[in-house]
Structures are given as structure tokens and as C-alpha cells.
């Protein structure tokens, strides 16, 4: 009986990876399908929007239970790679974003969730890509890790900041919905997998599959919300959100490169940088904002992995060189460059 039991149990376990793993490597199709058929029927999803903030709590506490104490160490070895990730993180995406919105002339509703996307944290598919561009997957979960942990202060600074008096938002409320919706899931899942480690074990395969239907749903209720605005201005939304990540990307790069970092880090701040949580930026756009200003926040959903998976195909073919030791780059070597390859 136990050992059928156990069979059992392992043949589930494998239907579910397998099921995972299609959602994982089919995401971006399926997230943009979503969106066509929000497009297509929109009163079909009427009332989704104030789902939208319960999604990515789930979705925040399955990130929580992946992290480990473990994925924090880097910061004792190697804070400057990560300040100055992190650092990037949270200057150039939320700038570019602002600079984008106004070289474009978006109306003030889709420039705040510009903004919002660009002072989001960074996104949990990032870890994924960096693993398969042979980045340095340990600076990438530490940058996403403490990018999260950092965002209840940060974000609302800097939408305050940039959006400035064109519509009204409390910092207080900004900093306590994200609160509510990721920094307590975090925590809540890091401290099961610390405290009921057997049982998260089990639901790690599982994790993604959550992740990619939340994520999805979103899309749906916010393209539903937005449908006649997206219909008008989709296209300039579209080359808005391009334009944001793949700059992102590339300056990116360019920090590491300019402060000398290994090629395995620099495509690891790339990554970060150019991915954000945009399920983060779209339930707060939702909440605090209109349906409009969660279209870039949707439309980058789709797109960052799209550009991600893209470039971390193109960086796989490329072997990563040894770091130097010398001129000055010696508290610089990647510790990880044998896991990343």
C-alpha cells in the first residue's frame, strides 16, 4: 500500500513539473493570448480589477517560499556588486520610464504607470533568465531578493517623485498596499520554507504554474479595464514599453561594464534591471491610478520575457570569460562562475 502510494504520489509530482515547465517555456504566448482575449471580450472580465492585488499576493508568497538565508549571503561577500545593482535598479528604470512617457507624450494616467513599472522591484523571472544567459544566478536572486525586501520605501519615493501633483497619491497608502501585497507574502513564505521545509519542498514544482496563471489573470483584468484606451493608443504603449525595457537592458549592462564587474555579473544586472515586477505596478496601478495606467505594467508582462528569453538564448551560445584579478577588479571575481556556466 505505501508503496503504491508512493508511486502515486511521484507520477503526480511529475505531471505537475511537466505541466510547469509548458506554462514556463509557453508564458509569454499564453500571457499575450490572455490579453487578445480581453481585448476581444471585455465585459466577459468585468470585475476582475479588484482581484488583482490578492493575485500577486499569492504569487508573492510563492516567491517567498523559493528564498533561502542562503540567498542573502552575498551580501556579505560581495556588497558593491550588490548595492550597485540594486542601485541601478531603482535610478534607471524609474528615470527611463519618466523620460520615455514624456519624449512620447503619454497623458499623465499612462506616464504614472510608466513610472510605476520602472520604481517596481525586480521581477522573479529574472532569476530564471540569468541562469540561462550563464549570468551570475546568485548576484541575480540577491538583487530580486533585497529589490523586494526594499520596495515598500522605495517605490512610493519615487512615484512620488516623479508623478509628482498631476494625480494625487498618498505615499503612506502606496507604502502600505505594498506592504500588504508582497513584503508580507515574502516573509510569510521565506518563513515556511524555513519553518515547514518538507512541506514547501513538495511545492516548489507547483510554484511556477501558480505564477504564470496569476500573472495571467491579471492580464486579463486589466486589459479587459482598459480595453478602449489600449485600442486608441496601443501601438505608442507598445514602443513605450520596448523602448523602457530594452533600454533598460542595455544601460544596465553598461553599469557593470563601466564599474569593471566579470561578464557573468554584468549580464546579471542587465537582466535585473531591464525585468521588473509588473504585477506589482499593475495592482497598484489599478488600485490607486485607472485601469489605463496598469496597460504598460500588462503590456510589459508579455514583453520583458519575450526580450529576456531573447537575449539569454543569444548570451548562452556566448562562453563566459574568466574574471580578472588584477587592476583593481579582485574583490570583483565571480564566486559563482562555475554554477552560472
Not at 97 to 114: D, E, N, R
Not at 166 to 188: E, K, M, T
Request: hydrophobic share 55%; proline share 6%; with cysteine.
Amino acid at each position: 500500500m505505501t508503496q503504491t502510494r508512493t508511486t502515486t504520489e511521484v507520477g503526480t509530482g511529475s505531471a505537475v513539473s511537466r505541466v510547469s515547465g509548458f506554462v514556463g517555456r509557453w508564458f509569454a504566448l499564453l500571457v499575450l493570448a490572455a490579453g487578445a482575449v480581453a481585448l476581444a471580450f471585455p465585459t466577459a472580465f468585468d470585475g476582475w480589477s479588484p482581484a488583482v492585488p490578492w493575485l500577486l499576493s499569492v504569487i508573492m508568497l510563492g516567491m517567498g517560499m523559493t528564498m533561502r538565508p542562503a540567498d542573502f549571503a552575498i551580501i556579505g561577500r560581495r556588497p558593491w556588486a550588490l548595492l550597485l545593482g540594486v542601485a541601478a535598479q531603482y535610478t534607471i528604470m524609474p528615470l527611463l520610464g519618466f523620460g520615455i512617457a514624456h519624449l512620447l507624450g503619454l497623458g499623465s494616467v499612462l506616464t504614472a504607470g510608466m513610472i510605476l513599472v520602472g520604481a517596481a522591484p525586480g521581477g522573479t523571472a529574472s532569476n530564471v533568465m540569468v541562469y540561462l544567459a550563464k549570468g551570475d544566478t546568485p548576484l541575480s536572486v540577491a538583487m530580486t531578493s533585497v529589490s523586494t525586501l526594499l520596495a515598500p520605501f522605495l517605490t512610493p519615493v519615487l512615484v512620488l517623485a516623479l508623478v509628482g501633483e498631476s494625480l494625487p497619491v498618498s505615499g503612506w497608502a502606496l507604502f502600505r498596499s505594498i506592504v500588504q501585497i508582497v513584503l508580507v507574502p515574502v516573509v510569510a513564505g521565506l518563513l515556511l520554507r524555513l519553518l515547514v521545509p518538507r512541506v514547501v519542498e513538495r511545492c516548489l514544482d507547483v510554484l511556477p504554474l501558480v505564477s504564470v496563471l496569476g500573472i495571467t489573470a491579471v492580464v486579463l483584468a486589466v486589459v479587459a479595464g482598459s480595453a478602449p484606451t489600449l485600442l486608441e493608443v496601443g501601438l505608442l504603449v507598445v514602443l513605450a514599453v520596448v523602448l523602457h525595457n530594452v533600454g533598460g537592458l542595455a544601460l544596465g549592462y553598461g553599469v557593470g561594464r563601466l564599474t569593471r564587474m566579470p561578464v557573468a555579473s554584468r549580464r546579471a544586472i542587465s537582466i535585473e534591471v531591464g525585468m521588473q515586477n509588473s504585477g506589482l505596478a499593475a495592482a497598484l496601478a489599478t488600485v490607486y491610478f485607472a485601469p489605463a495606467a496598469a496597460l504598460p505594467a500588462a503590456i510589459f508582462s508579455v514583453w520583458h520575457n519575450v526580450s529576456g528569453s531573447i537575449l539569454a538564448t543569444r548570451w548562452s551560445r556566448r562562453p563566459v570569460p574568466a574574471p580578472l584579478t588584477a587592476a583593481g577588479e579582485g574583490a570583483l571575481v565571480d564566486d559563482a562562475g562555475s554554477a552560472a556556466r
